[in-house]
């Protein structure tokens, strides 16, 4: 029975690292429609979003299958539980990747409002803190999980300056930029919201590893 349960745990990690992976791709594409103002590949992105949403569905209810029949106990059930976290924090991640070809396609056939600087930059932080939340995962390395809950600052600012400068600098001058302007900020609105998803992968990550709640309680990294 213990290695049948093994087994099934084994088989459930490997389900979430397959929705890290696609989650991570999800991004990635959206990203580069966006730099190459690619109709076709933002399009690409948002039909992909019913395969990731059905292995959520096959995730979930495996780990409450599996809590049901095993009941299992300490780092077993932390595991499960925080995949379901993990699995449901990806799928958002993945709705995010839909929302930022969704505002891409609002955006390729109107004239480029600005060369893409800092959205690209923000890109990458998003991208790297999903792609080290989930190698803390597999690795449960905590030191690399608290490296992304603090990354999140750097999001946070980096958002900012896009908004700033694209309410500041355009729309408050000349209001006819806004239909160019607004998909803009919500791209960067959808990328910093990534790196909050992957922030909770992380925090998860860590209470799964150690028993250590840091949600809502960031200077707990520092002890």
Known sequence: MERHFDEELKTLYEDILKMGVMAQEAIYKSIEALK??????????????????RLE?????????????????????????????INAELERIADLA??????ILELVDKPILKPLIDIPKLSVIAQDMVRDAIDAFVKKDVALANKVV???????????????????DYMAKEPSTAPRAVPLLLIARHLERIC???????????????GKVIKHHPEELKK
Not at 196 to 210: F, G, K, L, Q, S
């Open 98 to 103: 839909v929302d930022i070809s969704q505002r």
């Open 196 to 210: 909050d998803h992957a922030t909770n992968i992380a925090e998860d990550i860590i209470y799964m590893v150690e």
């Open 36 to 53: 190459n103002r690619d109709k076709m590949g933002a399009k690409e992105v948002i039909d992909s979003d019913d395969k990731i949403d």
């Open 150 to 168: 603090l990354s999140d600052s750097d999001a946070d600012k980096l958002r900012n300056l896009v908004q700033d400068e694209l309410i500041n």
């Open 57 to 85: 569905l096959v995730i979930d209810e495996k780990c409450i299958d599996l809590i049901a029949r095993h009941q299992p106990m300490a780092g077993d059930l932390r595991f499960i539980t925080t995949g379901m976290k």
